[in-house]
């Protein structure tokens, strides 16, 4: 026997249990049950709900599993007179203030009070004073309150110290009084605060959007990989004939562990949007005129057709599935197109020869959470991938350090040990210095191909500490987040950063920003790469360069250009010219409207079978869950079909498991994994910019298509006011100071918008966000503005 | 959401207020801040006589604690007050032993004298007739009241007029 464990005996069965272990763990671990509240083994252990309480041996009274360590030898009754005893005068008191209305409740036939006052209480109450009535706090749209149901357990206060590292919740008052809330009137702002609605084991925080609408036995629950970012969080969608009534988190230790990010849970309510495409739909003149889907291939097929391959460019969805994406690039290089992308917000190119298989984390995601320090380079992570950021707090408080070199301070809820906020270009020179202060410990040259940007660039005293923080460390790790993906000079800081993860030791990471960014990349959906990864005969013309050099004729899947792509106003130059535009779509706003000339109706995420890659190259599948309304069809039988009407071979699947095995057998089986970039030109620093810079990030709930249609998401703590953000000094140093509004010029776009003077901008640069419906007509990041006083 | 500047929560304490949390804060570890909560909002609660929303949100940025967990502490002990209050606290120990000394005749005076009921202030801001929930442990004295922060022992109904009216 091991030292590490200790025999005990529940229920006279002998069991093992690791020493330090608690005795519920030891039940939980061997199938006994044990009545609990607020335990949770995510969570810190309050002992404060009394309802774990058991008969221990040589022990005067009942004692709390949840706090009772395990010791050798140890006795433990759960079902004997006096542990029944306990648990039963337990549930009569957390029941004599809590109002029993199960029938009007939407917790009820889901909730642990009544499951376990069912097991473990009385039929009738003896209590027959007055119940004590709390008033319920206005959480936000996502959270539904009704506190006087509320048994104090503390749960979702624990979550938001220890998980969600915003204490929010509390309990004020004390004795009768006391209640648990926010105290004063606020949304709660973190992005896994919905989480506590699982946590809840009473209704007294229920889920707001699908409050009232299903109970839950009349849900079907089916599994499924959320879309809205690379971590691929493993959630159950619950549905009821055929219509998904909401989302809740799968347990996957390695991925999600039991959370889900607010976006993951609430973005379903997007499938009922006003604009869904129900059925195949030709712009006539200026009307719509709906199709059969025979009529709308046939009329597609014949489209494609009639435009030379050099004519066509293919845009594809980073969310798509990622047997949409191969279908997407078969499809095209059957028909001799060489243009397509699915990178829509990148803005550089240059060094697409040199890029990995697929944008990779450079660890598993368990491992994030055992690194010693961590440089993020672009990241506004605690948005962009909720989950990480989470593993990422994870190792500051083991002890880890986190740094940062951003376009803005976006604010995280662990400190960091160093942050540099800077321009685009700043951001270039940050990264060349300390690259310079590496090589300088290592008494190495510098990288040819990066000589010439090192000349600009200078190691300043923060540039060697941070340096040695990475040095010095066993775990270390540099991550390129999605502000450097969209950076105007992408080629150098993506080198720059791979050169100083070799100089340090640290490894060297991506943290992509859709769903099945990594998919894209495997599938082919890259105009210079084939499926697996293989470098095509004749490079085709990449995002950017589709729309900079118009077309005759555009394929769009799954893809809102405006909102989507990494110049706008580019693309509505360039779609507004073409001749045809075909929309494989959910969706069909007014914009995308005004710009299609076809619009085909595929199923939305949760309606389609299909796999997603995450960013660790775990490939997820998943089969539809809900019913797509109307006409429309899985995305890849759409493409499949198309296939076939245009005579191409190699379109036979009959699921999309045999679309995804077909793309699998391209892919060797021994895959190393790197993401070492080595330039393959000598670089030099652009010319330092003049004027104001261009910041423009994606907030958290404008990424997709399907986020952009949640009515929850514009009234969330994390939507973002749609403005043009600077600092004090430079609103000073622009002359706008006490500007309440102003006039953008980017480029040939304009636009105007409300001013906000914001701390965490950099000098030099204005923060307009991008993906928004009020800047959807300017133009890409990192180019310069001018705002001007409206008059 | 415009403005320059925009200023520290923390700005509202006072630099004596400022001084003493520093002096509370020197006598424990430097990863316990939170300790010297207590400390600190009775040193806020004596200069503004009541613990605003926007005063407890600068003690906790000061110290450096979540703003809830300031609104806990506050909440949880009936020694702070987080409404406005008459000038002078008025506590009249009402306990067993005050109790069987007739406590209940110098409640039942001071109600009628100042025209309000226990929790409440009068009109003109100057007494606040606290609702004292604990013993004040001066029972050899009793019955007896504590007025801001003196005791007053062997309390008569005359003993309390005189009292009054030598406040301010």
């Known amino acids: 026997m091991s030292q590490d464990l200790v025999n005990i005996e529940i229920n006279g069965v002998t069991l093992t249990a690791r020493k330090g272990a608690m005795v519920i763990e030891a039940a939980d671990a061997a199938g006994i049950r044990i009545p609990r509240f607020c335990y949770h083994k995510k969570l810190s252990i309050a002992a404060n709900c009394r309802m774990c309480l058991v008969e221990v041996e040589k022990a005067p009274k009942a004692l709390p599993a949840c706090a009772t360590p395990v010791s050798e030898g140890m006795k433990v009754f759960t079902r004997s007179p006096k542990a029944l005893a306990a648990q039963k005068g337990t549930m009569e008191f957390l029941l004599i203030n809590h109002p029993l209305d199960c029938p009007i409740c939407d917790q009820g036939g889901e909730c642990e009070l009544q499951d376990v006052a069912m097991g473990y209480g009385n039929d009738v109450s003896r209590y027959v004073e007055a119940k004590r009535v709390v008033p319920d706090p206005d959480l936000g749209p996502f959270i539904a309150t009704e506190m006087t149901r509320c048994i104090h357990c503390t749960r979702c206060v624990r979550f938001g110290e220890e998980i969600a590292g915003l204490r929010e919740m509390g309990a004020t008052g004390r004795g009768e009084n006391v209640r648990i809330g926010t105290y004063v009137e606020k949304t709660v702002a973190s992005e896994l605060s919905g989480n506590v609605i699982d946590l809840c084991p009473v209704g007294a925080l229920t889920a707001r959007p699908s409050r009232y609408t299903a109970r839950p036995w009349e849900l079907i629950q089916h599994a499924g990989i959320a879309p809205h970012d690379c971590v691929g969080s493993n959630i159950y969608l619950h549905t009821r004939n055929g219509r998904v009534m909401r989302v809740v988190p799968r347990d996957n230790e390695s991925v999600n562990e039991t959370w889900i990010s607010d976006r993951d849970r609430f973005s379903y309510a997007g499938l009922d949007a006003d604009d869904r495409l129900l059925r195949p739909q030709v712009r006539d003149g200026e009307q719509w005129q709906d199709l059969d889907w025979d009529q709308a291939l046939t009329r597609t097929a014949e489209a494609l057709k009639r435009y030379a391959p050099d004519d066509i460019g293919v845009l594809v969805s980073p969310t798509a599935t990622l047997e949409e994406l191969y279908l997407a690039q078969k499809l095209a290089r059957g028909l001799g197109v060489a243009n397509i992308d699915h990178r829509l917000r990148q803005n550089d190119f240059e060094d697409d020869a040199a890029a990995p298989l697929f944008p990779w984390l450079g660890c598993a995601i368990e491992d994030l959470e055992r690194q010693d320090a961590v440089l993020l380079v672009g990241s506004d992570i605690r948005r962009e991938q909720p989950l990480l950021a989470h593993r990422l707090r994870k190792a500051v408080l083991r002890g880890g350090v986190v740094m940062a070199v951003n376009p803005r301070d976006f604010g995280f809820h662990f400190p960091l040990a160093e942050q540099v906020v800077t321009d685009p270009y700043g951001m270039l020179k940050t990264l060349g210095g300390m690259l310079r202060a590496a090589l300088d410990v290592e008494v190495k040259p510098a990288p040819s191909a990066l000589i010439g940007v090192l000349a600009d660039c200078e190691s300043q005293p923060l540039h060697a500490e941070m340096v040695e923080r990475l040095r010095a460390r066993e775990h270390a790790l540099i991550l390129l987040g999605p502000s450097a993906f969209a950076h105007p000079q992408f080629t150098i800081l993506r080198a720059l950063a791979s050169a100083l993860a070799q100089m340090t030791g640290a490894a060297f990471g991506y943290l992509p920003e859709a769903g099945n960014s990594a998919g894209a990349w495997l599938a082919g959906a890259v105009p210079h790469r084939v499926p697996a990864g293989r470098a095509v005969e004749r490079r085709g013309l990449d995002a950017r360069a589709m729309l900079a050099q118009p077309r005759k004729a555009y394929l769009l899947i799954g893809v809102e250009p405006v909102f989507d792509c990494a110049d706008p106003a580019q693309a509505i130059r360039a779609l507004a010219q073409a001749e045809c535009v075909i929309a494989l779509t959910p969706f069909a706003g007014e914009t995308l409207r005004e710009q299609a000339h076809v619009l085909l109706p595929v199923a939305a995420f949760a309606e389609t079978s299909g796999t997603f890659v995450n960013l660790e190259g775990r490939w997820q599948g998943f089969k539809g869950a809900g019913r797509a309304p109307g006409e429309a069809r899985p995305g890849w039988k759409v493409l499949r079909v198309l296939g076939n009407l245009l005579d191409l071979p190699g379109f036979e699947h009959v699921s999309s498991e045999q679309v995804r095995d077909e793309l699998k057998g391209q892919l060797s089986d021994d895959i190393r994994f790197d993401n070492a970039v080595v330039p393959k030109r000598d670089l030099h620093m652009p010319p330092a910019p003049s004027g104001l810079t261009r910041v423009a990030t994606v907030p958290m709930y404008a990424g997709d298509m399907l986020q952009r249609r949640v009515p929850a998401f514009e009234a969330a703590a994390g939507a973002v006011y749609a403005a043009a953000y600077v600092n004090a000094s430079e609103a000073e140093r622009q002359g706008l100071a006490g500007c309440e509004q102003v006039f953008v010029r980017q480029g040939e776009a304009t636009a105007e918008l409300p001013l906000v003077i914001d701390p965490s901008v950099p000098d030099a640069c204005v923060w307009i966000p991008a993906g928004l419906e009020q800047t959807r007509t300017l133009g890409a990041n990192g180019a310069t503005v001018e705002l001007q006083k409206t008059v | ?168």
């Open chain 2, 1 to 168: 959401m415009t403005g320059m500047n925009p200023q520290r929560k923390s700005d509202l304490l006072s630099d004596h207020v400022k001084h003493e949390i520093e002096d509370w804060l020197r006598r424990y570890p430097e990863n316990q801040r939170q300790s010297a909560l207590l400390g600190a909002l009775r040193a806020v609660q004596h200069e503004h006589g009541y613990l605003s929303t926007e005063l407890m949100d600068a003690v906790a940025e000061y110290i450096g604690v979540p703003e809830i967990a300031v609104y806990e502490v506050a909440s949880f002990y009936s020694m702070f007050e987080l409404e406005p209050v008459g000038r002078h606290t008025i506590a009249i120990c009402t306990n067993i032993s005050c109790m069987l000394r007739g406590s209940d005749r110098i409640v039942d005076h001071l109600e009628r004298k100042l025209g309000i009921r226990l929790g409440e202030s009068t009109p003109d801001g100057k007494f606040y007739l606290k609702r004292e929930e604990e013993c004040l442990a001066a029972c050899c004295g009793a019955p007896m009241m504590q007025v801001d922060h003196v005791y007053h022992e062997h309390l008569t109904p005359e003993k309390v007029d005189e009292i009054l009216d030598g406040l301010e």
